[in-house]
């Protein structure tokens, strides 16, 4: 079992960066593949971005490559969302997710456990 908290969500302009930090509990934290979802006003929950247990393996969704970094620092128990050229659409509440050993698929049923969240408002 872990504990996700995400931080460093905000209100931020079009064409602006934001980083998202999600804080683990545990001592297990290199066990799990960890990624970030967002969930819009009136919209499912979709896939963002997802790194491999050891950071050496990354992927995210076409609407954010080039944008968008995920990281992390396993020493740290800590997982990073680095977001550069932010735009309206971005705007949405972010959810830290952890899954035990490797995360395959982007469907949020596949996760093992969830942080709150924390939103995101960009304006135009």
């Known amino acids: 079992q872990v504990q996700l908290v995400e931080s460093g969500g905000g209100l931020v302009q079009a064409g602006g960066s934001l980083r998202l930090s999600c804080a683990a509990s545990?001592?297990?934290?290199?066990?799990?593949?960890m990624g970030w979802f967002r969930q819009a006003p009136g919209k499912e929950r979709e896939f963002v971005a997802r790194?491999?247990?050891?950071?050496?393996?990354?992927g995210s969704a076409d609407s954010v490559k080039g944008r968008f970094t995920i990281s992390r620092d396993n020493n740290k128990n800590t997982m990073l969302l680095q977001m550069n050229n932010l735009k309206p659409e971005d705007t949405a509440v972010y959810y830290c997710?952890?899954?035990?050993?490797?995360?395959?698929?982007?469907?949020?049923?596949?996760?093992?456990?969830w942080g709150k969240g924390t939103l995101v408002t960009v304006s135009s």
């Open positions: 997710a952890a899954r035990l050993g490797v995360m395959t698929t982007t469907r949020p049923s596949d996760i093992d456990y």
């Open positions: 545990g001592r297990s934290f290199s066990a799990y593949a």
């Open positions: 790194i491999s247990n050891s950071g050496g393996i990354t």
